[in-house]
């Protein structure tokens, strides 16, 4: 008997399906993979930062990565907005689309879709996520085979510290082990997922290397803030003693001058003052300060989120607020796209070939919003068109409008007497006087030439080259579309009347500018062509 066929991962590692049991990259404590994290960020300047890129350029990310994590704590607005597009594409629905239109592709996607219907969902994808802001990240797969069968359990996000780069090509992940030598990852057992803010390198892709230079920089002026605001915010105390003041009356006053800043109150002799000195233009020296931190901010939110109006109080530069709007919009788009290829093939592409085996074709996870609908629009374009014959389905148009089917008993909306729904005081001569120049387009029908008077019509029968059945397939030929004309009509007011009474009022208000003289000279020539005809008969029977 042929054993199963050998799995391969995108990377050609082969499956060993042993090492799926058991979580392959855990924490250590005092092991390689530590969870404490250090502190590159103390003492920052220009020359240490250079430093920490060049190092994660040449494969040693660490330090550039404990420094991304300390910029989200830090910063308050990178946090902000860096959690913003995060959760903005972590919460959106996901769909799945079946492989093929078959039974069992039906079945599998409806077990992937069964799957994704858990609450954790969304803090899995949110750490997922942390690819955008570090370039990449990696998510361990808990798969349960308790009940004989294989299925995710849990996603488990993974530092990005425990693992590394082939140094051949500085883009094929491996894993540390415990005794920190690179192992390549075992296949169907890790989310690989790459969110480039630029291309190149993963290492040189995340959000954070260029939000690290703004965040020092900012760094700088928030320093340099709270000392002007330290030193220049209150007024400057002076305080004067008199010639014959002792060396500990002098002590007593700059005691009082020093602490009067943080107490607001001091106790001095009645023979000295303090005098308080404010200094000029303090505000607007202050003012740049704020602006330049503010700048940065700005400069952040455009890495991040792609534009500024939703995250600062002011529109500009890119336009209107909608127009911001609609860039972040591409950019969610552009997010989820990533993650739906990101999870179908580390995540619904494995676990298909695992539980079911390989596939001609696999489900697909979408997550996307729905596109928004102009339903107003939609009504009456959908009106006009039934009006006309077109023919809707009613459970298309419900699931257009999230209406759901009425059960049998329960109460149904019709069209009033006044033609709308019950109450809505919709006038229905609108659809009355659509139809009452109806059959004013009903005109009468060119006639051919070859069909002959009634005196051409006489003489052809006593000349005897009078032919009755020739006559009688013009006469049709010309009567057929006139009638058909008149019944189209007819049948375009049934379609669109609510009622026999609606119907009724219809025909009547068409019925007197109906123009019948074509159908009516149609009819005197068809009665005098079949006297005619009569006429030859018998002379013919006469000889």
């Known amino acids: 008997m042929a054993g199963k066929p050998t799995l391969y991962d995108r990377w050609g590692n082969p499956l060993r399906r042993a090492e799926l049991t058991r979580e392959v990259a855990a924490p250590t404590i005092g092991g ?27 494969g040693d990310p660490v330090r550039y990565l404990e420094l991304a994590e300390v910029l989200e704590e830090r910063d308050l607005h990178y946090l902000g907005v860096l959690a913003t597009r995060k959760r903005s594409v972590s919460q959106i629905d996901i769909t799945v689309v079946p492989g093929g239109d078959d039974k069992r592709s039906a079945e599998i996607a409806t077990a992937v879709e069964d799957w994704l219907d858990r609450d954790e969902l969304a803090f899995e994808l949110f750490d997922i996520l942390d690819a955008i802001g570090k370039g990449y990240s990696f998510t361990e797969i808990v798969w349960d085979t308790s009940m004989g069968q294989w299925q995710p359990q849990e996603l488990v996000r993974r530092d990005q510290r425990w693992f590394r780069f082939d140094r051949a090509d500085l883009t094929t992940p491996v894993l540390l082990d415990e005794t920190g030598q690179e192992q390549p990852l075992p296949a169907f057992k890790f989310i690989d997922a790459r969110i480039a803010a630029k291309s190149g390198l993963p290492l040189r892709s995340g959000l954070a290397r260029v939000a690290a230079w703004a965040w020092m920089f900012k760094a700088y002026t928030q320093r340099d803030w709270a000392i002007f605001t330290q030193t220049y915010g209150q007024p400057l105390r002076v305080g004067k003693y008199g010639p014959g003041a002792s060396e500990t009356d002098r002590d007593t006053l700059f005691t009082a001058v020093a602490n009067i800043a943080g107490d607001c109150a001091a106790i001095i002799p009645e023979s000295m003052s303090i005098d308080f000195v404010e200094a000029a233009n303090v505000a607007s020296s202050s003012d740049l300060y704020e602006k330049r931190a503010d700048w940065l901010d700005k400069q952040m939110s455009k890495a991040v989120l792609g534009q500024t109006a939703t995250t600062d109080a002011e529109t500009g530069g890119l336009g209107s607020g909608k127009e911001h709007r609609e860039v972040q919009e591409d950019i969610e788009r552009a997010d989820a796209k990533a993650l739906s290829a990101i999870l179908n093939r580390d995540l619904v592409r494995p676990w298909v070939q695992l539980e079911w085996g390989p596939q001609p074709a696999y489900p697909r996870i979408v997550i996307a919003r729905p596109e928004q609908e102009d339903l107003q629009l939609l009504a ?10 077109l023919k809707v389905g009613q459970d298309e148009i419900r699931g257009k409008f999230g209406l759901s089917k009425p059960g049998p008993d329960e109460e149904i909306l019709s069209v009033g007497p006044s033609g709308g729904a019950e109450g809505d005081g919709t006038d229905r001569n609108s659809s009355i006087k659509h139809f009452s120049g109806v059959f004013k387009r009903v005109r009468g029908v ?31 030929s010309i009567a057929t579309p006139v009638v058909a004309a008149m019944i189209a009509h007819l049948e375009e007011m049934m379609e669109a009347a609510g009622s026999m009474e609606e119907l009724r009022e219809m025909w009547l208000s068409s019925y007197p500018d109906l123009d019948d003289s074509a159908l009516v000279e149609t009819l005197a020539e068809a009665f005098a062509a079949a006297t005619l005809g009569g006429i030859a008969e018998v002379a013919e029977e006469d000889g």
């Open 446 to 476: 060119p006639r051919p030439e070859t069909l002959l008077s009634t005196q051409r019509r006489s003489t052809a029968v006593f000349e005897g080259s009078f032919d009755p059945a020739e006559q009688a397939d013009l006469i049709t």
């Open 32 to 58: 390689v993979r530590s969870p404490i994290s250090g502190r590159p960020a103390d003492g920052l300047d220009p020359v240490r930062l250079a430093s920490i890129l060049r190092s994660a350029d040449k």
């Open 380 to 389: 009456d374009s959908v009106d006009k068109l039934v009006a006309r014959g």
